[in-house]
């Protein structure tokens, strides 16, 4: 079980090389409107996510009271599908105009993706999603992992969406989600 973690996480760790699309832009600005926030957390203890998974996988982040991977593996539960409640998305849910923006920020130490998806499920990492007791396929193509991934001190831009519901998810820890719903300006 280790060794398929291991080997989903390095995968997983290298993808923050690829080029980000026109929509998600990292650390440039958002188009018109406004610009809200969602923090991408985590609070790794780099010493222990370093020896399991390799070096580089928690960079140090200031936080003392840091989660040891442990702690983390004990977190995945099968029954509500959810991992260790410090990996999350703040806001959960969040409303904006069309033609707002949002700007995802990791708190943290580990490499999150804030993707849209057509729904909730799996993700890219399968012994998460086993730890998790998700099936099925993951929720997008993870070769386009990289197209949405944020270091961290990193941010990603995302603009131009219309107006209804998106759903947003980290495609490596799949419990962290964000609703979000974009409504048409009414003085149109």
């Known amino acids: 079980m280790r060794r398929h973690f291991i080997t989903g996480a390095i995968a997983v760790l290298t993808l923050g090389t690829i080029a980000i699309p026109a929509s998600a832009q990292a650390d440039g600005g958002g188009g018109g409107g406004n610009t809200r926030r969602v923090r991408l957390q985590d609070n790794c203890d780099p010493a222990t996510f370093d020896a399991v998974v390799g070096p580089g996988t928690c960079i140090p982040h200031g936080d003392d009271d840091n989660v040891t991977f442990g702690e983390f593996v004990a977190a995945l539960?099968?029954?509500?599908?959810?991992?260790?409640?410090?990996?999350?998305?703040?806001?959960?849910?969040?409303?904006?105009?069309?033609?707002d923006s949002i700007r995802a920020v990791v708190r943290g130490g580990e490499f999150h993706t804030f993707t849209e998806v057509p729904e909730f499920g799996p993700g890219c990492v399968q012994f998460l999603n086993d730890a998790l007791g998700l099936t099925g396929a993951p929720a997008i193509d993870c070769a386009n992992i990289g197209d949405t991934g944020v270091v961290p001190g990193g941010n990603l831009i995302v603009s131009g969406l219309a107006a209804g519901t998106h759903l947003f998810m980290c495609e490596i820890h799949p419990w962290m989600q964000t609703v979000v719903t974009v409504e048409a300006d009414d003085d149109d």
């Open 77 to 99: 539960n099968p029954v509500t599908h959810l991992g260790h409640e410090d990996w999350n998305f703040k806001p959960n849910k969040l409303d904006l105009d069309v033609g």
